[in-house]
């Protein structure tokens, strides 16, 4: 992996890591079962689960959206890929998914946590034939990431442009532009791989939630289905099917990658606190009832 020549060393990095107050990255990293993250962000985590007990399978079954369209573009041709909002390392990195069907693949990760940043210089490593680079920058500054993007990947040719779970951290006057300034850099041809936490999907429990993030410091803006599909119609593109729907009715399939294989002892998962208990369930068993976040993928005609 080639580092951002701007990025700052890891000791600059970890001066920087403020662990008093949650992040989103390192809340998703504790409904994933990583070991980034801190008091802080586990008591937002604990309060979200009380707001909506099931609701942890929103975050895997994100994480499996996005596994399946990145699967679905690295068998349509694509060797590029650009995933802003990258979050911590985890199992089933874009990189790994990408690389693992066609090596040659070259990927762009994009994110502005120093926590993020530190992991990802050591662990987001390319294979030998293809190639990973990180920029450190934020969603909202498209033309730096475009900048730097360009020292990997050739937008001459087409990209998938990974934005899971990232765009309802800014708001609707930013988010619709952002999107179509780095869509319009793009070659005809690259893909759009976009979730967003609904408005309209069970919006009781989703408001609780997200009223339990803004108390911890981050609010999330929810969007409808009309809300979404404005990032499809507003840049011209062609809605893949199933079109938008909750990112677990996105072309499903079994997940049989479960850590209930890897910890197979009741008593180990009896002895966790409920917060920890939630990595080693079945996503599996999973209802419309359960997630709230929305899935698309389009194309650039």
Request: cysteine-free; glycine content about 6%; aromatic content about 6%.
């Amino acid at each position: 992996m080639s580092a951002d020549a701007s990025a700052p060393d890891a000791t600059e990095l970890r001066k920087r890591i403020d662990t008093t107050r949650a992040h989103p990255a390192r809340v998703y990293d504790v409904f994933l079962g990583g070991k980034d993250n801190y008091p802080a962000d586990r008591e937002a985590a604990r309060m979200a689960l009380a707001a909506h007990p099931r609701g942890y399978l929103t975050v895997r079954h994100n994480r499996d959206f996005m596994r399946r369209a990145v699967t679905l573009a690295a068998k349509e041709g694509i060797r590029q890929f650009l995933d802003v909002g990258t979050g911590l390392p985890t199992q089933q990195n874009v990189h790994q998914i990408a690389q693992g069907i066609a090596p040659e693949s070259r990927v762009v990760y994009v994110d502005n946590d120093p926590v993020v940043l530190v992991h990802a210089q050591a662990l987001l490593t390319s294979g030998p034939v293809g190639r990973t680079d990180y920029i450190e920058a934020d969603l909202r500054e498209p033309d730096r990431i475009l900048e730097a993007a360009r020292r990997t990947l050739d937008l001459g040719r087409p990209v998938a442009l990974v934005l899971a779970a990232v765009t309802h951290f800014i708001e609707d006057e930013t988010a619709y532009p952002v999107v179509r300034t780095l869509l319009d850099a793009l070659a005809p041809g690259s893909l759009l791989v976009l979730s967003n936490v609904s408005s309209d999907l069970n919006e009781e429990q989703v408001g609780s939630v997200t009223k339990a993030f803004a108390e911890r410091g981050f609010a999330m803006v929810r969007r409808s289905y009309a809300q979404m599909e404005r990032f499809v119609t507003d840049n011209g593109l062609e809605l893949l099917e199933p079109g938008i729907v909750p990112v677990h009715r996105w072309r499903p399939e079994r997940v049989v990658d479960l850590p209930e294989a890897r910890y197979p002892d009741p008593e180990f998962i009896a002895g966790l606190d409920e917060l920890d208990r939630t990595r080693y369930r079945d996503i599996n068993d999973v209802t419309d009832a359960d997630v709230s976040v929305y899935g698309l993928v389009a194309r650039k005609a």
